[in-house]
């Protein structure tokens, strides 16, 4: 066993084994729950048209992505930036590889290429998003990983430095994918201009302060010096074929030109076997672990913050960034007890004020209803006395005419009377 | 030389000399006054950093007459704005003096943003020609005026393998009609022979369909032996080409070539690259020839336009002061 020193728990102390248990197995546990489960990786290249790209990929992974019939972006002439994905799966001892390849042809090709960058940032940013929600979501038994866990980012072979375009680009990319800078068509160095060309190019990221993607120190003595050596090499050049050429009767990829071979595995030609073994045969698993907490963990930190600081008054939420997510709902919570609270009083408020006035209203209308009553009342007595009048005047009148009409009936009863008389006395002559 | 003899006409119009007169030594006399004068060449190479520009016209003149042999750093840094940078040189070979002036154009193609990088270099072109011209105009004019007018732009393209770029064909098609371009395929030993035939005339027929007219032009060949040679070499344009100014050992010579792991490429072997193809056709066969189109044509172009501008001609700037003299 190997004996570790002292770490920060103490507490945990080492005991020797008295028989095998077997939890040694484990690794193999895990292995072969891994090739059962296949793996995914999301390569992106990027870079201008016409450096190789599609005949690099086709190298790396021996297959014929980019065929005849199926050219690469780079013989499709785009007017704008464009990010395509193309997935293959590649199986080769029992285990399996989804591999995604993200092109983006167009790239840097116009004469203005101010934010080009802006599709490839959209494309990682969306698949990061994708990943976020389904992680937060209730059911999550499949989750793709669809991120992207490597940049390949091409350098034309110039031999001066870096162009402004190379730097901008870097430099907006640097925090949320991994980027390796590649030195495309090395074949067009010689060694000298390869190491200036490449020392002017690590100058330059330094300069810039771009986070390239660092191969991480393991513990073994070995294998660090292994990457102390492709350090030095970074970035690395490299040289793509699928074409096989026959040099000293063995068969190997290469560039044939009229002055010689230019084999594409052999490393004191270029960089490709380097690239290769440290893609795909050690770092790939690193590549997707530090895409998963470094890149993918920023991403989200960023856009959970933002979103927790919508509902709240952007000033007072200045440097809360850091504060951890409970504390921040308690805070939420007192401050939304709050504002239900001084909404209850205000609307209190509100209900006082209208009830005083609806009484008030109330009232005025009753006395003006008082005012309405007395005058009618009035009017009432005034018509009635009117007509007290009228119906005395009326009853004298009655009265009058009656006694007249007695006076008359009187008199015709005399004048009938003395007719009769006057008949009797016979009066008649 | 026999004393001057008098020729007789015959019916057909022409004469016959009856003796030898002595007119083809005038071609004597002029070699002998060009090899006094000597004459002005100027070249300007255009292209966007790291393709080889300086190399090449190092090369091409099998001297240090770039601008980056002049002194300046090799990894100086690239300018915000496309720059003229001109240096001049007399070189001499056989008795002849040659003024060259090579004009580089730093900065071209190199922002991001490349928008309208071609206009500090049409300005260039026209103020040498608006020079040329005030000096033509004036009234007491100076025994030899200095040439500094721009006779031959190379274009550098970039070995893709695949297209144009758009850049490249807004360039030539801006400048083709004021200054003799010559499109060369630059760092060819990036490419493979079949590459390098592909890309050709993938490039040549890109050419045609934007209605590039490179130099030599079609329409100023004068006659059927030079619309021959011309075709030919039309055929052959854009050279690939590789520059160098290293030289090494192969099978006993010394080359200039550029020494790689798994061979070293011969820069003036026609088997390698078209180097060789391209300095005789500028330098050995069409030098005069690219001079005599700048004078003629291109200037006579410029010079039309302005006279024909404002009926007169009158001063560009109002810093000018000199009299107008028409």
Same mark, same amino acid.
């Given at each position: ?366 006395? =003006?209803?008082? *005012?309405?009553? #007395?005058?009618? /009342?009035? &009017?009432? $007595? %005034? @018509?009635?006395?009117? +007509? !007290? =009048?009228?119906? *005395?005047?009326? #009853?004298?009148? /009655?009265? &009058?005419? $009656? %006694? @007249?009409?007695?006076? +008359? !009936? ?20 | ?326």
């Amino acid at each position: 066993m190997i004996e570790r020193p002292e770490t920060a728990v103490p507490s945990i102390a080492q005991r020797n084994l008295e028989g095998y248990v077997g939890f040694a197995n484990l690794p193999n546990q895990v292995y072969r729950k891994s090739v059962k489960r296949g793996f995914e990786f999301t390569l992106m290249v990027v870079g201008e048209s016409g450096l190789g790209k599609s005949t690099l990929i086709n190298s790396l992974f021996l297959t014929d992505l980019y065929s005849k019939d199926y050219p690469g972006p780079s013989q499709r002439i785009k007017k704008t930036v464009q990010v395509e994905q193309s997935k293959v799966l590649i199986k080769e001892g029992g285990v399996q590889l989804t591999l995604t390849i993200v092109d983006t042809p167009g790239f840097g090709d116009a004469v203005d290429n101010s934010n080009c960058w802006q599709p490839v940032i959209n494309y990682i940013d969306s698949k990061c998003e994708d990943f976020l929600n389904a992680e937060s979501r209730v059911n999550r038994r499949s989750m793709p990983d669809n991120r992207v866990h490597c940049c390949l980012y091409f350098i034309a072979p110039s031999g001066h430095g870096l162009k402004p375009l190379d730097i901008e680009f870097m430099k907006r990319l640097h925090d949320k994918v991994n980027v390796i800078p590649l030195i495309a068509k090395a074949d067009t160095l010689t060694p000298e201009e390869c190491q200036l060309f490449k020392k002017q190019i690590m100058k330059e990221i330094q300069e810039h302060k771009i986070k390239i993607y660092e191969f991480p120190d393991t513990e073994d003595d070995d294998d660090n010096k292994l990457i102390r050596k492709i350090k030095e090499k970074m970035p690395l050049a490299v040289v793509g074929s699928n074409v096989v050429i026959e040099v000293n009767g063995k068969k190997v990829r290469g560039r044939q030109y009229p002055w010689g071979v230019a084999e594409v595995e052999n490393g004191e030609h270029c960089d490709f076997t380097v690239l290769r073994n440290m893609l795909i045969r050690t770092h790939m698993q690193d590549l997707k672990d530090v895409t998963n907490n470094v890149h993918y963990e920023n991403y989200r930190s960023k856009k959970l913050a933002a979103v927790t600081c919508n509902g709240v008054d952007t000033s007072k939420t200045k440097g809360q960034l850091t504060k951890s997510p409970l504390a921040q709902m308690e805070e939420e919570r007192r401050e939304h007890v709050m504002k239900m609270k001084k909404m209850e009083a205000e609307m209190e408020q509100v209900f006082e004020m209208k009830v005083k006035e609806k009484k008030q209203k109330l009232k005025d209308s009753e006395a =003006e209803l008082e *005012r309405r009553h #007395e005058q009618m /009342k009035r &009017n009432l $007595e %005034a @018509q009635y006395k009117e +007509l !007290e =009048e009228k119906r *005395r005047v009326f #009853e004298e009148e /009655k009265a &009058n005419w $009656e %006694a @007249q009409q007695r006076i +008359l !009936e009187q008199q015709k009863l005399d004048a009938s009377k003395t007719m009769e008389k006057n008949k009797k006395k016979g009066k008649i002559f | 030389h026999s004393p001057l003899v008098f020729s007789s006409h015959n019916s057909s119009g022409g004469s016959t000399l009856l003796g030898y007169i002595g007119i083809d030594t005038i071609i004597e006399q002029m070699r002998k006054k060009t090899m006094k004068t000597g004459f002005d060449f100027n070249i300007m190479v255009v292209g966007h950093s790291g393709l080889g520009k300086s190399t090449l016209v190092n090369t091409l003149f099998k001297s240090h007459v770039s601008r980056k042999s002049a002194g300046w750093a090799r990894d100086e840094k690239i300018p915000k704005t496309v720059e003229i940078k001109a240096v001049s040189h007399v070189i001499e070979e056989g008795g002849v003096k040659m003024k060259l002036t090579v004009v580089d154009t730093p900065g071209f193609g190199d922002q991001i943003n490349n928008d309208n990088c071609w206009e500090p270099i049409s300005k260039y072109i026209n103020e040498q020609y608006e020079k040329f011209l005030k000096e033509e105009v004036n009234i007491t004019r100076k025994k030899r005026i200095p040439d500094t007018r721009v006779h031959c732009c190379i274009y550098f393209i970039s070995p893709t393998g695949h297209f144009l770029r758009q850049l490249d064909t807004e360039f030539m098609k801006r400048l083709s009609h004021s200054v003799n371009i010559i499109p060369v395929i630059a760092k060819a030993d990036t490419m493979t022979l079949e590459e390098r035939q592909e890309f050709k005339q993938r490039v040549r027929k890109e050419l045609e369909v934007s209605g590039i007219e490179f130099y030599p032009q079609k329409e100023f060949d004068e006659d059927m032996e030079d619309k021959s040679d011309n075709d030919k070499i039309r055929e052959a344009m854009p050279f690939a080409v590789v520059g160098s100014d290293k030289e090494y050992q192969v099978n006993g010579k010394r080359v200039l070539g550029r020494k790689t792991a798994w061979g070293i490429v011969e820069v003036e072997n026609p088997n390698h690259c078209e180097f060789a193809q391209l300095r005789d056709f500028l330098i050995r066969s069409h030098l005069q020839d690219l001079k005599e189109v700048t004078h003629n044509i291109h200037y006579e172009t410029y010079r039309a336009k302005r006279l024909n501008e404002n009926g007169g001609l009158h001063p560009i700037s109002s810093s000018d002061t000199q009299e107008s003299n028409l």
